[in-house]
């Protein structure tokens, strides 16, 4: 028969870890089942360019620093390196390769099947998977008669195969902008944006931005607890000079067009422009399809749940998700926060059972 462990655990990244490493504080039983080949996340998907915002001191993991200098801002690369020396450490039990497809629940035991068939007992889920599965791009007219390239920055990796190109980066976040200035170091490119992009101070009186966030107790403050919505920010750190690269029109901004065209696009003031390709920094979608038979979503396909602990479904737990707790949620430097609070209220629903 199948053992019926206390916890397991559903995707291996960053707040898998966290949560690996608090449950396995408090002794319990548990197993961390992650879809891909190694407990990395999601961040081998993402361009590899990319930058933490915030320094490497206030983004470890639970137990472990990130090691470098404590004021340098960690690579790509460095975070995989850190997540797998991560796992390697603290040896959680972990099955890589094994793709949840659905959970049921009966008489206070959830049943987990796997894409191999595999099945195992608990009582009690933390679905870790985050935020960043799905890739959203909007549906524009025209689109379908566009006979260029469109892909999500999800697609996207270096410049390399985008040289001598006319370039249109959708977005004016942190990751749109930051694509859009490598890509005109070597392409005309251009940000269409709703708003003009808004940046904000990398550093403040010569301290880190998120020196001050964790001063004040912004940056984990829990809104939550007086029912208010976590504030969200469209507004960009100024990483690596990206202000005088703005004002020197590389990339250059324009409002956002209207259609696209056989060739090109169609800007908002009515001129056509060919363009070769169109990259949409336009974020991501829940994605959580093997928690629909058990009510834990609403109509959209998003968890219902409050700071992280399911509204429908008792002994379900979320991390990883943006807004979950507070202002860093879904972040490296927040995920140990969001952990521990959500294994401490596990475990008081284990021994109410």
């Known amino acids: 028969m199948t053992k019926v462990l ?5 995707g291996g990244g960053q707040a898998g870890l966290a949560s690996g490493y608090h449950l396995q504080k408090k002794g319990l039983q548990f197993l961390i089942l992650e879809s891909q080949e190694n407990a990395e996340g999601s961040w081998p998907q993402y361009y590899d360019s990319l930058k933490l915002f915030s320094p490497a ?21 460095e975070v995989i390196r850190y997540l797998k020396d991560y796992q390697d450490y ?14 049921e629940k009966k008489d206070h035991i959830f049943t987990i099947q796997t894409k191999s068939n595999e099945v195992y007992l608990s009582r009690s889920i933390i679905n870790a998977t985050g935020s960043f599965h799905t890739p959203f791009i909007p549906s524009i007219t025209g689109m379908d008669q566009f006979k260029g390239h469109i892909i999500h920055s999800a697609d996207y990796r270096s410049p390399d195969t985008l040289n001598n190109q006319r370039i249109v980066v959708v977005g004016s976040r942190n990751s749109a902008v930051q694509i859009a200035i490598e890509l005109a170091e070597v392409s005309s490119t251009t940000l269409a944006v709703r708003h003009p992009v808004k940046l904000i101070n990398q550093k403040i009186i010569g301290k880190d931005l998120h020196f001050w966030f964790k001063i004040i107790g912004f940056d984990t403050f829990p809104f939550w607890r007086f029912g208010k919505m976590i504030p969200s920010s469209n507004a960009v750190i100024d990483l690596d000079g990206f202000k005088e690269q703005l004002a020197m029109g590389k990339p250059n901004q324009k409002p956002m067009f209207s259609s696209f065209y056989t060739e090109g696009i169609i800007w908002s003031d009515g001129i056509k422009e060919p363009v070769d390709t169109v990259i949409f920094a336009t974020g991501y979608r829940y994605n959580f399809p093997y928690l629909r038979q058990l009510r834990a979503l609403d109509s ?10 399911s509204k429908t479904v008792p002994g379900l737990y979320y991390l990883g998700l943006e807004g979950q707790r507070s202002f860093s949620s879904a ?10 609070f959500v294994v401490r209220r596990l475990l008081t629903y284990l021994k109410a059972q």
């Open 6 to 10: 206390d916890v397991i655990v559903i």
């Open 90 to 103: 603290f040896q959680f039990p972990l099955v890589t390769n094994s793709h949840v497809v659905s959970v």
């Open 300 to 309: 959209e396909g998003k968890p219902l749940h409050l700071a992280g602990v």
């Open 57 to 77: 001191r206030f983004s470890p993991l639970p137990g472990m620093n990130f090691p470098g200098d404590p004021d340098h801002y960690p690579s790509k690369s």
């Open 331 to 340: 972040t490296l430097r927040g995920v140990d926060s969001d952990a521990k």
